[in-house]
């Protein structure tokens, strides 16, 4: 399985944007899709995961609310709906694949490239 984000952009504080990550070949209904947001110096963080089988959804703290993540199955697709974004949601922005449910990047196996997300103050 191979993964590819898009949906990046620049965006004003308040602003929308929604991430897109299309998966090659088959997502088992075990799989956990996860998206995760790196700023220069820091770790690697979680966002947001989805069980792709169930649709269970799980959030950081941080964005609770504001973001949603869905999975659409007949396009292999999951995405990140985030609303009312803020400066501090700046970060290189990647969606990863695990078999189980974690909030750790080591639980995932799989990533995506990275898109860009950019919050203007």
């Known amino acids: 399985v191979q993964l590819q984000a898009s949906g990046g952009g620049l965006v004003q504080t308040g602003g929308s944007l929604r991430l897109s990550c299309a998966a090659s070949?088959?997502?088992?209904?075990?799989?956990?899709m996860g998206w995760f947001r790196q700023t220069p110096g820091k770790e690697r963080e979680f966002v947001a995961a989805?069980?792709?089988?169930?649709?269970?959804?799980y959030y950081a703290d941080a964005v609770k609310g504001r973001f949603t993540i869905s999975r659409d199955s007949a396009k292999n697709t999951v995405y990140l709906q985030m609303n009312s974004l803020k400066p501090e949601d700046t970060a290189v922005y990647y969606c990863?694949?695990?078999?189980?449910?974690?909030?750790?990047?080591?639980?995932?196996?799989?990533w995506g490239q990275g898109t860009q997300v950019t919050v203007s103050s």
């Open positions: 989805i069980r792709w089988g169930r649709t269970s959804t």
């Open positions: 070949g088959r997502i088992f209904s075990s799989a956990v």
């Open positions: 990863a694949r695990g078999s189980d449910l974690g909030y750790a990047p080591a639980n995932y196996r799989v």
